[in-house]
């Protein structure tokens, strides 16, 4: 899985670099299958009293691009919401691809002959 963590209007320090590594481990244990993740990390001055903090993620699956993002006073918080989010898109995402599974013929009763009722 190649993994990007960037900032806007924020460094990325050692320590968030980490967090959200270890916030992702949970995402890569339900699904193994991820190709690429790409997270952005930003700080968002709307006002003097108010700064928002907003994590996005971009998630590359075979088949699809997941893409999300959360908004919370505390940058930990936001990840943490924002993992909450992509853990059940990313399960409901595996139930799909093993749901649509194809199911094999069924198999003609013994003696060849069409069962009747």
Not at 7 to 15: A, C, I, N, R, Y
Not at 22 to 36: G, P, S
């Amino acid at each position: 899985m190649n993994l990007t963590i960037s900032g806007h209007h924020l460094d990325v320090t050692p320590s968030i670099r980490d967090y959200v590594q270890n916030k992702l481990e949970r995402i890569t244990r339900h699904f193994d299958q991820v190709i690429a993740t790409h997270v952005i990390l930003a700080i968002d001055n709307l006002t003097e009293k108010e700064k928002r903090q907003k994590a996005e993620i971009n998630i590359q699956v075979p088949g699809k691009t997941l893409h999300l993002e959360s908004v919370a006073q505390d940058l930990y918080a936001a990840i943490d919401l924002l993992m909450d989010r992509l853990d059940r898109q990313v399960v409901k995402h595996k139930t799909i691809v093993r749901s649509h599974a194809h199911e094999g013929h069924k198999r003609m009763p013994e003696g060849g002959a069409t069962a009747t009722a």
